[in-house]
């Protein structure tokens, strides 16, 4: 595992930025890493540029990829949005694209949210889930599950659980802070899962009032780390208590920010998120 103070630039926290402004951006922010999407690839492929253009454009950034995020289709019955933008070219993605990608630009880990499946029961999700991570392994891939409060995951203690049932090695949880706050949890919660569980961190804030729709919330108002109510600082020290080694991703879906140039969007996430964990 890389140095848990690596700070990954989301592509969320820079959504609707094309591939090369993100990466650039990234790195002149001071970012180690980002995180990358299907949807990048999709539109690389679509103009044109080959695989290996696409991977020597992130060598060449200075950058590593901490991570694929999102991997839509891992259960039964998911469904495929028809759209062009970002989170619907990633639901059209299969899992073979997704493991495709995580190859072409060396990163292990791929992030493996609920989506919109509607598993039938608690227990599709665990078999689904240990299907995933079988898969994933036999390409030597680990795989995270993210919890959400609007789905089924709704919780860490739920993701855990599922993780747990699951029994595989390489299949970890992703903790969004979030949405572990919006979903009713507290930093103590990180205290009652094994360390070697957590595979991935996404720093953000939230407001100290919740909004009436959580969607345009979680999508448009998530608040800057330090700038919100979260209690950040004791959400790391008790990673650091259940020796959890993670990068720090940083996704922060903000309105606000991108009334902002690319540059500046990056300048103030890197900064927040620095003044965090340092």
């Given at each position: 595992?890389?140095?848990?103070?690596?700070?990954?630039?989301?592509?969320?926290?820079?959504?609707?930025?094309?591939?090369d402004d993100f990466l650039e951006a990234a790195a002149s922010a001071g970012f180690d890493a980002v995180t990358l999407n299907s949807a990048f690839y999709i539109e690389a492929r679509t103009a044109?540029?080959?695989?290996?253009?696409?991977?020597?454009?992130?060598?060449?950034?200075?950058?590593?990829?901490?991570d694929i995020?999102?991997?839509?289709?891992?259960l039964p019955g998911v469904t495929a949005l028809p759209g062009d933008d970002a989170i619907s070219l990633c639901t059209q993605a299969s899992m073979d694209?997704?493991?495709e990608l995580a190859h072409l630009v060396g990163t292990d880990l791929v992030n493996a949210p609920l989506g919109f499946?509607?598993?039938e029961s608690e227990q599709q999700i665990v078999d689904g889930f240990a299907a995933l991570c079988e898969h994933a392994q036999q390409q030597g891939l680990r795989v995270s599950?993210?919890?959400?409060?609007?789905?089924?995951?709704?919780?860490?203690?739920?993701?855990?659980?599922i993780v747990k049932q699951a029994a595989c090695s390489n299949g970890g949880i992703m903790f969004d802070c979030w949405h572990h706050h919006r979903g009713g949890g507290v930093a103590e919660d990180i205290l009652a899962v094994p360390g070697e569980h957590f595979f991935a961190f996404q720093l953000d804030d939230a407001l100290a009032q919740p909004?009436?729709?959580?969607?345009e919330e979680t999508l448009n108002h998530r608040a800057l780390p330090g700038e919100g109510c979260i209690d950040l600082h004791q959400i790391l020290k008790n990673f650091d208590a259940v020796g959890a080694e993670l990068v720090v991703d940083v996704e922060v879906f903000n309105e606000a920010l991108r009334s902002l140039t690319t540059t500046q969007r990056a300048e103030k996430l890197y900064s927040a998120s620095r003044a965090i964990i340092e």
């Open positions: 595992m890389r140095d848990k103070k690596h700070l990954s630039l989301c592509w969320g926290s820079l959504d609707g930025v094309a591939f044109g540029i080959s695989d290996e253009d696409f991977a020597r454009r992130v060598r060449d950034s200075g950058l590593y990829v901490s995020d999102p991997l839509f289709n891992w694209d997704v493991f499946a509607t598993p599950l993210e919890f959400m409060p609007f789905n089924q995951i709704s919780n860490l203690e739920t993701a855990a659980r909004m009436a729709d959580v969607l």
